[in-house]
């Protein structure tokens, strides 16, 4: 074993040996985010979009409607981009993923239950 350890690696295996420290000091000093529960992302985050045509001081507000207890352990990490997709999209995703249902309630609203 002292072989491989003090003659291969530092003479023939050296990038790999570069690389896998540089790695591990990268790695260990990168902080990940912590996971946001979908149920206080909902609670404390309200929604408005512009519908289209209509005037950006105006926004149209959605009211998202759930059972916190069908929420308890669903985590969510990730970004919402409304030129990229539509809420209801998003929502769509995420309930298909997570197993939920989502109902629209009205033209600006929304309830998600479980199935």
């Not at 912590?34 to 105006?58: D, M, R």
């Not at 069908?70 to 985590?75: E, T």
């Not at 970004?79 to 995703?93: A, G, I, P, V, W």
Request: hydrophobic fraction near 30%; charged fraction near 20%; glycine fraction near 6%.
């Amino acid at each position: 074993w002292y072989y491989y350890l003090l003659i291969q690696i530092p003479v023939y295996e050296y990038l790999p040996a570069i690389g896998i420290w540089l790695g591990m000091y990268f790695g260990f000093r990168h902080k990940s985010p912590e996971p946001v529960s979908i149920s206080e992302s909902l609670i404390q985050t309200e929604y408005s979009e512009h519908a289209s045509g209509s005037n950006p001081e105006n926004p149209v507000k959605t009211k998202i409607s759930y059972n916190s207890a069908d929420m308890k352990n669903i985590d969510f990490t990730g970004t919402f981009d409304q030129n990229k997709e539509t809420l209801e999209s998003f929502l769509n995703t995420l309930c298909i993923l997570n197993e939920l249902k989502i109902k629209k309630t009205n033209s600006n609203g929304f309830s998600i239950k479980e199935k």
